[in-house]
């Protein structure tokens, strides 16, 4: 009867262990930091953009953090509107070099002062050249390198998915993940060159 008695035990602690496990394993899968400068963040197959990093930036920091976070880098936040100022304290906030130059990064703050939106775009072909050279998209590896500076539809589709409703023929939403792209179509302009932005916001269920 002891004997019995201890299996039981045995495999309800073996239970135990692999529930617990289980659960850290889901939540590693939504905390873990993906840094979009070092990683292949659209190779992943299970992300969302609470777990998107862009030169150290996340959703939810603050005014501070992210200020801090930038000027480690060599960079700062100055204002969009009416022209550029340091420091930014408006809602929206253009990211600068050391240089002054728009690296292809805008910044959202919600009321709170805490990010609420990090939008990514891809710098125009025919942009200054010191422009060229800043534009965070040449330091993406692989994958989302290629969905930047090669970007295609059917390359979304295959990355992404099925879009949320909502979506348009310009803007392709999925909220799950939390991104939106809005891409500027024109038949005078190949698809690869077209007007590029990708948004991280906070995820959503469809």
Not at 4 to 17: E, P, Q
Not at 52 to 57: D, E, I, L, R, W
């Amino acid at each position: 009867m002891k004997i019995h008695y201890y299996r039981i035990l045995f495999m309800v602690a073996l239970l135990g262990i692999a529930a617990v496990s289980q659960v850290k394993g889901a939540q590693s899968a939504t905390t873990n930091v993906i840094e979009i400068t070092k990683a292949d963040l659209f190779a992943n197959r299970s992300w969302n953009s609470t777990q998107v990093s862009v030169v150290g930036v996340r959703l939810g920091m603050t005014r501070d953090e992210v200020r801090k976070q930038l000027r480690s880098s060599g960079m700062d936040i100055v204002g969009t509107e009416p022209r550029p100022t340091a420091p930014c304290l408006s809602e929206g906030c253009d990211v600068l070099n050391s240089q002054h130059v728009y690296v292809g990064i805008t910044i959202t703050f919600d009321p709170a002062n805490r990010v609420n939106a990090i939008s990514v775009e891809r710098i125009p072909s025919d942009a200054g050249l010191s422009v060229r050279k800043a534009a965070i998209v040449r330091r993406f590896k692989r994958l989302t390198y290629s969905f930047f500076n090669d970007y295609s539809s059917a390359l979304r589709k295959r990355l992404f998915g099925s879009e949320s409703l909502g979506s348009d023929p310009d803007i392709h939403r999925y909220d799950r993940l939390g991104i939106e792209v809005v891409i500027s179509h024109s038949q005078w302009v190949p698809e690869k060159e077209s007007d590029l932005s990708v948004t991280f916001t906070k995820p959503k269920a469809d």
